[in-house]
């Protein structure tokens, strides 16, 4: 029998994962991005490995998935992974009230966690607020974004998957049944214009999955919330430091490389193709992100950026709404057949996002195929190049 | 300064399929504070989506985003504009020498990585791996537990700068001459056989072009010479081992 | 597509560059004794043919003539053969400039020993 | 993405001597290059040349006269211009290499360029008013 062929829209980390799942339970697996490989969110992701501690209080779901991912991502990836574990930091008497709570959820989800007293918590990263109420260690960790999807890719390239890349979705082609059948494309390299088939279209274009929906006419309620991530020239701490207290702005700082990379803010926005950077959001990562680590004000400023989380509509917005992620099969919701939509979530989750999507597609083509992604390491990224 | 624009004309490198090369003028209201990248990204967002152009982390640790401003290779995402803007307010950007161009800016780089593979540069490495010459080293204790991703983020930038590899497309290159160093840390690879060729480490003729254009602290150039001497010392050693 | 590094060029590998550096090092050194040599004992300048003539009459000056000659053949072949490795030449093509080179250097010695004696014949006869 | 990872580069020779905004390293490798086309010509023709001095005296003192023409004086300065910094960008190219240097590369450079206009200089002087 032919294998059935699933287009996968968008290769961010959604994409990349969901074309390895997908390719290693044997289909035909053809990926196409507008734009270079994780040149959207995933690229833009703060690049926290998170242990699900940020989620515990108010998002338990994510925060259990957050754990489980974190520890199969450390078995399956490693080469792009800085597993230095993080710390979370009471620097004031709020924080330690919230910490309470805190703890509780980490006891209910199964994040381990350490106390660490001032002292204990200066001798491991000395650049530290000193003035630190209590900290707390858990299992967080950094990985950098594009070899993440990098690594997922050649995997999934290694299993026959297709990646073409610049090369955007103008139309996609529905049937007289309601069925999409495939899409037109703009192949951005050469300019030209072409039409792919497919048994199975999944659309993984994340903080865009309105967009791509509604050119079959569907709707999915994904509601665009950037944030700013600034990087500073000094790479001051080994750990993942996130402060000990509500979500918030820039409450987070990871290093990576010789850079501190501190993050984010949160708002909404209708047109997420060009965020322009807010100087305002600016000057408050180097003040919250001070607030942590002070040395941050005695160097430069390296970059700045602007990343765009697919947040799920639910009626609540910003940091109330559920970081957890949604897989909608559109004959469902909208009536249209040969047609899935994977979105929300976070970076931490790729791949058991990808499992996901990938069980309702095989479930759609009647294929019986387990998940095996979870005990496949992936190979080398730089073979991304190689196949 | 906040509120400053400055209108600069952007001179980019246009190439579709076999069609031939061009330049194209785009004019646009920047600010001088803004990264290089930006203004590329709103020219694609904006006024042209057929530029085609690599780019993800926006920070400098993934290196897809080196292109060359002004005719030298810049990691546009932290170049700030009015680092480059020219006295008639131009900037030139053009994809990374001694690469195939693919499309616009940019460039297949796959030599690059497999290279890099080939002399087992290892992504990620011990914090004591790769010392800070200055600066300050992070945390204390058994720093050699901390796992850092490595220096390089394989931008290509060092391979478009080198005068070697415009004309010699096998030479290993800066980036993976560097890496085979890291890699050499390990004395058992082999790694010092692969590089003691034409196209490893002598090939290099000292122009240090690659140190002077690296944005990420590797100074290839160095690194080559290190290794040059790590060859040679390997060499009079293994003399003296086969003699007994 | 993607094993394009078994395909290494053999040749300058640490035993020629180190030989050309070390060289290069000898030239340096020479050009100096030269000098020295050149002042005290050809007083100066070899305007003449008589000037060269009698300067060639010590043994020492056509040693030192002809080991100054060699390495410097050698140390330019070698910087050839380096420009040439530039130019990415296939394995092939350069074996057939391996040999050429050494043709070159090999004839240009000779002749240029035959040169210094029959000069140095000059002052004997 | 329809490409051929290995494709190679397009090759042009004449790259290497393409200044782009070079730095003071690709400079010193410009001219090394320069340099060592330049005195290999030279060498090859030298001997050459030389051939006249087999001939006996009239055939290599005419010769000697042609040669006191200030074009071929000037070749001639070229020559150990050409020598002078080639000889000591090769001492700053070995002591980089046998040394941790590499990061004051640009200030052997500057010191080299130094020496090499003043021994030019004198060399100047001393061909010219000979």
Redesign the interface.
Known sequence: MKKPHVIIIGAGFTGAATAHDLALRGLDVTVVERGALVSGTSGRTHGLLHCGGRYCVKDQESAIECIEENLILRKIVPQVIEPNGGLFVALDESDVEYSKGWLEGCEACEIPYKPLTPQQTLEIEPYINPDLKIAYEVPDGTFDPLRIAMAFAATAKSNGAKFKLYTEVTELVIDNSGRVTGLKVWDRVTDERSELYADMVVNATGAWAGMIAEMAGANVPVIPTPGVMVAYDERFVNRAINRLCKPSDGDIVLPQRRMVVVGTTSFEVDDMDYIPVIEDQVELMLDRGSALIPGIRDVKERGVYMATRPLIGSGLTGRSAARTFKCFDHKESDGIDGFVTITGGKATTLRRMAEKTSDIVCQKLDIEMECKTAETPLISYRQYHAL | MSNQVWMVTFRIFRKKGNLKPYFEDFQMEVKPGEYLLEAVERIWAFKDRSLTFAHACHHSTCGACGMRVNGKEKLTCITLIKDVVDDDGTVKVEPLRNFPVVSDLVVDMGNLFLNLESVGHHPVISVVEEPYQDGIAAGKGSEADYIRLSDCIECGMCISACPVATTTSTYLGPAALAGAMQASLNPDNGVLKLVDCADGVWRCHSAYECSEVCPSYVEPGRKIMQLRRKVMAERIKSIFRSNN | MNETKSVRKPGEASGLWLLKVLLGVLIIVLILVHLVVNHYIGEGALLTWEDVVEYYANPLVVFMEITFLIVVVAHSLIGTRSIILDLNPARGKMKIIDWLLIILGSVSVIYGIWLALTIASFSSS | ?????????P???W??F?P????V??W???L??IT??G??VY??VH?VV??Q??Q??EA??SF?ELAKHPFIVLGELLVVVA?IYH?LN?????L???S?T??V?KAIFYVIALVAIVGSLIFAVRMFT?
């Open positions: 993405m329809s490409t051929d990872t290995n494709k190679p580069a090759s042009h020779w790259k290497w393409d782009r905004k070079s730095d390293g690709n010193a490798f410009i090394n290059r060592a086309i005195l290999t060498l090859f001997l030389l051939y001095l087999s006996g005296p290599y003192n000697l020598a000889g090769g001492i700053r190219v070995g980089t290499t046998f941790d590499s990061s590369q000979a």
